[in-house]
């Protein structure tokens, strides 16, 4: 590592890449959490759906304001 780079050496990219917010997290939350009040209301897999729509949505409209 050259002593005279004032990169930090965990950066491996050298595109300068940005801050990314992770909006993944929320798919996989919608779903879970989608399929447990579906459940509860007696249509799991009509939860886990709107669960994992909801779930994309937010990640969407989080990837956007990134950009």
Do not use: C, T
């Not at 491996?12 to 009040?37: E, P, T, W, Y």
Request: charged share 10%; net charge positive.
């Amino acid at each position: 590592m050259n002593p005279e780079n004032s990169e930090h050496a965990s950066n491996s990219s050298g595109d300068g890449s940005k801050n990314r917010n992770g909006g993944g997290v929320f798919i996989a939350i919608g779903a879970i959490v989608g399929a447990f009040v579906g459940g509860y209301m007696g249509q799991p897999s009509a939860g886990l759906l709107a669960g994992l729509a909801l779930g994309v949505l937010a990640a969407l409209l989080i990837w956007w304001k990134g950009r």
